[in-house]
């Protein structure tokens, strides 16, 4: 089974600095994407960013850039130049690559405060 | 990206009555929707997935008498929440994904309180 893990219940980063958060998966399926999304008080999801498990070069969106380690399983969420907006939940997530019938598996989620 | 509009936003409903949320993808085919609950502080919690013309696959645990779906076309889902009681008082969201799309996309949620 597809498993997520996100092991910082709460981060802090003063705005614009940068701050990175954590993530690991446990999945058997070669074939994956992975996600950042925010969930910000409005409780109305967003997608982050997303990234394809063949592709080996890091995706990046703006300010967020994930650091994708495939053998380690691991799929870090890097927010440079921090803003207040940023404050949120930030999920992530995986889904096997089903096409449309994929479910996505979330983690437990990292509260992200920023400090002006 | 695209757009997808769930309805209600917030409803109070009494004990024993049903309620409908709506859910629907305003400029995209959904082939597939999913219902997510989450509670405060939590993670969001996959209750079923549906394929539009076809019956949905419950999560285990999750009733499919009580909790009814239905997914009528490329564009619309519905969550009945039938003979509702407080416990079932909860935060639902929606999502929907079109054919060739990876990522989902998610309704605003329904903020539902069983009085």
């Known amino acids: 089974a597809q498993t997520v893990t996100q092991s910082q219940p709460e981060m802090s980063v003063q705005e614009a600095e940068t701050v990175t958060l954590s993530c690991t998966y446990d999945t058997s399926e070669s074939d994956y994407y992975l996600f950042w999304y925010k969930q910000p008080p409005s409780r109305q999801m967003i997608l982050v960013i997303r990234q394809e498990a063949y592709k080996q070069q890091n995706a990046t969106e703006n300010r967020f850039s994930v650091n994708f380690q495939k053998a380690a399983k691991s799929f870090s969420l890097k927010i440079s130049d921090s803003q207040l907006g940023d404050a949120a939940m930030y999920f992530c997530?995986?889904?096997?690559?089903?096409?449309?019938?994929?479910?996505?598996?979330f983690g437990k989620g990292t509260k992200l405060s920023v400090k002006p | 990206g695209a757009v997808v509009s769930q309805h209600p936003s917030r409803v109070i409903c009494k004990s024993g009555t049903s309620v409908k949320i709506e859910c629907r993808s305003l400029?995209?085919?959904?082939?597939?929707m999913f219902w997510y609950r989450q509670f405060p502080k939590q993670s969001l919690m996959l209750m079923a997935t549906s394929n539009e013309g076809s019956k949905a696959t419950y999560e285990q645990g999750v009733e499919k008498d009580k909790f009814l779906i239905n997914h009528a076309s490329l564009t619309l889902s519905t969550l009945t929440v039938t003979s509702a009681h407080p416990e079932d008082s909860s935060f639902y969201i929606c999502?929907?994904?079109?054919?060739?799309?990876?990522?989902?996309?998610f309704g605003q949620g329904t903020r539902l309180t069983v009085v």
């Open positions: 997530a995986s889904q096997n690559y089903g096409g449309s019938q994929g479910n996505l598996i």
């Open positions: 400029d995209f085919q959904a082939t597939t």
């Open positions: 999502s929907a994904r079109g054919t060739g799309i990876p990522e989902a996309f």
